[in-house]
T-cell receptor, first 113, second 117 residues
Framework: AQSVSQHNHHVILSEAASLELGCNYS??????LFWYVQYPGQHLQLLLK??????LVKGIKGFEAEFIKSKFSFNLRKPSVQWSDTAEYFC???????????FGRGTSLIVHP | DTAVSQTPKYLVTQMGNDKSIKCEQN?????MYWYKQDSKKFLKIMFS???????INETVPNRFSPKSPDKAHLNLHINSLELGDSAVYFC????????????????FGPGTRLTVL
């Protein structure tokens, strides 16, 4: 069974700091990769996704993620965070053979103004 | 134009009661899902329906019964509510989730926060 690891459970940053959230998965075949964001009290919203092609994916709100197949990773990055980026961030992986994505346990990001 | 909507947004009830949560999507998607998010924010799939048919039923107590009257609706009925059922329940939909080769993306509803007292 596939698994998804988000090693950073809690991240605290000051505004304008750079962000990188880790995501690693266990499946060795073809994967579809997603990052979702959940703002306080709200539902999950898709930030970006990777299906194929350029491994550097740009999403909404200035976020990007890089798929590194050799490292089984799909880390999320943002060069300069804002207070409004305070939220939970979820990595999800869907692999061939399963149409249900597996979600990581989430990373809580707090950005201080 | 809410794509995936759920009602109610909040539900507070006593142990032992029966309650339902409704979900509707206006995206024309074939597949709908119910997820449970616990207090530690962990998202766990409960059910998946494709075009009104149950496709996936994870290890969920049989007190939980999904019902899909049509492919745009997937309701969740819970019997004999227990304290451990307190969580946020998310409905989601995707275009053709049943296709393993599909580059499918899930869209989530706003969630229903269930509190069992």
């Amino acid at each position: 069974a596939q698994s998804v690891s988000q090693h950073n459970h809690h991240v605290i940053l000051s505004e304008a700091a750079s962000l990188e959230l880790g995501c690693n998965y266990s499946y060795g075949g073809t994967v579809n990769l997603f990052w979702y964001v959940q703002y306080p009290g709200q539902h999950l919203q898709l930030l970006l996704k990777y299906f194929s092609g350029d491994p550097l994916v740009k999403g909404i709100k200035g976020f990007e993620a890089e798929f590194i197949k050799s490292k089984f990773s799909f880390n999320l990055r943002k060069p300069s965070v804002q207070w409004s980026d305070t939220a939970e961030y979820f990595c999800a992986v869907k692999s061939g053979g399963s149409y249900i994505p597996t979600f990581g346990r989430g990373t809580s990001l707090i950005v201080h103004p | 134009d809410t794509a995936v909507s759920q009602t109610p947004k909040y539900l507070v009830t006593q142990m032992g009661n029966d309650k339902s949560i409704k979900c509707e999507q206006n995206l024309g998607h074939d597949t709908m899902y119910w997820y449970k998010q616990d207090s530690k924010k962990f998202l766990k799939i409960m059910f998946s329906y494709n075009n009104k048919e149950l496709i996936i039923n994870e290890t969920v107590p049989n007190r939980f019964s999904p019902k899909s009257p049509d492919k745009a609706h997937l309701n969740l009925h819970i019997n004999s509510l227990e304290l451990g059922d307190s969580a946020v329940y998310f409905c989601a939909s995707s275009h053709k989730g049943w296709s393993t080769s599909s580059t499918d993306t899930q869209y989530f509803g706003p969630g229903t926060r269930l509190t069992v007292l």
